[in-house]
């Protein structure tokens, strides 16, 4: 098992950003995050590897950097140039052949 806690969302105007911030209980996963809109499913924003290998959604190439402090066990969302459309709950996820495991989620919204 392993708890993850996120923090960070908020309430951000069109081209603004924000950092999300997500400790895991212990290491040993690949981390990322996922986002889920009202009435859509959850969608892949980014993950990243125990080594650094990420990997992003279309939707946010170029506008999100997804980092990993090992020593905390805390992976980071920096979101700039925010949208309308990024507005969702932004979920942490820990991964490994072992489990798969879910945070509670940040709200995301994005709106003038």
């Known amino acids: 098992q392993v708890q993850l806690v996120e923090s960070g969302g908020g309430l951000v105007q069109p081209g603004g950003s924000l950092r999300l911030s997500c400790v895991a209980s212990r290491n040993g996963f690949r981390l990322g995050w996922y986002r889920q809109a009202p009435g859509k499913e959850r969608e892949l924003v980014a993950t990243?590897?125990?080594?650094?290998?990420?990997n992003y959604a279309d939707s946010v190439k170029g506008r999100c950097t997804i980092s990993r402090d090992n020593a905390k066990n805390t992976v980071y969302l920096q979101m700039n140039s925010l949208k309308p459309e990024d507005t969702a709950v932004y979920h942490c996820?820990?991964?490994?052949?072992?489990?798969?495991?879910w945070g509670q989620g940040t709200q995301v919204t994005v709106s003038s």
């Open positions: 996820n820990a991964w490994n052949y072992g489990g798969d495991y």
């Open positions: 990243i590897t125990i080594g650094g290998i990420t």
